[in-house]
């Protein structure tokens, strides 16, 4: 069974990206998260990490449509 919830390693190992690119993401609100324990540490929800991969994803198609791939050999 997964844990219901993810360190900032872990997501970043997930996404392969930096643990500070996952500190920023989480501190700017684009990954929503959690500051639990006494230290206030920050923890991402598994299914929240699944909703941002799924609206990266939408983005992502929206700014292929909206930036065209130019045949430069065609000129």
Known sequence: MEPRFLLL????AELNVSDSQVYHMV???ELPAIKIG???QWRVERTRLEEYIARKYDETANWVQSNPLI???AE
């Not at 390693?9 to 970043?12: E, P």
Request: proline letters at 0%; aromatic letters at 0%; hydrophobic letters at 15%.
């Open 38 to 40: 006494g230290r206030g």
């Open 27 to 29: 501190r700017s609100g």
């Open 9 to 12: 390693s872990d997501v970043a």
């Open 71 to 73: 045949d430069r050999d």
